[in-house]
């Protein structure tokens, strides 16, 4: 995964991931995101396009963190009504060694985890990129990914607060209450739902003449005392990306933990873990800087810019060398975006390969 570029934040000591946006097509909307006709020709119609995620953390003797799993939703909706939506996740389990004596405090991916021992430069693959080396043929309703994509197939043309899921009572297929109501899935899914009623707190407007289909991308960091995950929520219409949505989590980890006195912690939004970029707005901070404009001004930009383009296309943007306001090579053809835009792009490519049929 590429390392992203810093902007001029070595004075502050921000650290990790940094992508920088900006474009002149699109206006701003109501909801600080962007409205865009991608398409020509035909009649438009407008939709809206979110991205939201659930946390969840798994930890075993004095809560050291053995896990952590973030669930991905893209949903195209318009109005309450979701017209197509892409839920993936991907678990990270952590190896963390403590320091005592002469052993450094480090941390690691669990290397025989399905999703760490064949992701190669990717670090770690989401549930659906596993396909059937998750693991979960023969037992309860099949693969992990084709449930998902029961409950996609159910959750489309539903409203928001339709998303209402019953379970069943422990049995010999399942170890714990299991999902009853959703056909063809028994899996547990209410981090789905959240993730998809989240999506509505984040979300730009785009008009196409075709139907979009959602797509979500996800891109892991190395581990260590923190972890850059990116991510993006894609429409997808033919071969372009009518809409995007990105964001990073930058998860910060000490003794084995979360670390407490991160800003990604100390600010996080209630029934959550950590906040990401997006979440963090001026907590973020950037505009500090002078000349700097904040993480999510930048990343609305970028969205601006990226959208309607083709996977070619997105690879367009072109970056200029270190100088006195950027400490690395910085984004220098986006308008309104300075910050590193390449795992961004990325995000995007891997939501229009891994979108719904």
């Not at 992990?144 to 209402?164: C, P, S």
């Not at 999506?199 to 960091?221: C, M, Q, R, Y």
């Amino acid at each position: 995964m590429k390392k992203n570029v810093l902007c001029a934040l070595a004075l502050l000591g921000v650290v990790g991931t940094l992508a920088s946006c900006g474009g002149n097509e699109g206006e701003p909307s109501s909801n600080g995101g962007t409205s865009s006709n991608p398409t020509s020709g035909g009649t438009s119609t407008a939709y809206k396009l979110g991205l939201g995620q659930a946390i969840s953390l798994t930890k075993g003797d004095n809560d050291i963190i053995t896990q952590i799993d973030i669930t991905f939703a893209s949903v195209v909706y318009q109005g309450e009504k979701v017209v197509s939506t892409y839920i993936d996740v991907v678990q990270l389990p952590i190896v963390y060694t403590a320091a005592d004596g002469d052993t450094e405090e480090s941390y690691a991916y669990k290397d025989t985890a399905n999703q760490v021992k064949n992701a190669g430069d990717k670090n770690v693959e989401t549930k659906k990129e596993l396909k059937e080396r998750y693991g979960m043929t023969g037992i309860g309703a099949g693969e992990w990914y084709v449930q998902a994509g029961k409950f996609e197939d159910w959750a489309t043309g539903k409203n928001f607060n339709d998303l209402t899921v019953t379970k069943g009572e422990v049995d010999d297929n399942h170890s714990h209450a299991w999902t009853n109501n959703v056909t063809g899935c028994t899996i547990l899914v209410d981090d789905f739902v959240t993730a998809m009623k989240n999506a509505k707190n984040h979300s730009v407007d785009f008009t196409s003449d075709e139907a979009p289909k959602a797509g979500v991308g996800v891109l892991v960091g190395a581990a260590g005392s923190q972890i850059d995950v990116n991510f993006a929520s894609v429409a997808n219409v033919g071969n372009k990306a009518a809409a995007s949505v990105v964001d990073v989590y930058q998860i910060p980890l000490k003794e084995g933990v979360l670390d407490a006195n991160n800003k990604a912690v100390k600010n996080k939004l209630e029934g959550t873990e950590f906040a990401s970029k997006f979440e963090l707005k001026e907590n973020y901070g950037m505009s500090v800087i002078p000349g700097v404009t904040e993480w999510y001004v930048q990343a609305e930009k970028f969205q601006e810019w990226a959208m309607g383009k083709t996977s070619e296309e997105l690879n367009g943007f072109t970056v200029g060398q270190p100088d006195d306001s950027h400490s690395e090579e910085w984004t220098n053809n986006i308008t309104g975006c300075t910050m590193s835009v390449g795992d961004f792009v990325a995000a995007i490519q891997e939501g229009m390969t891994n979108k719904r049929a």
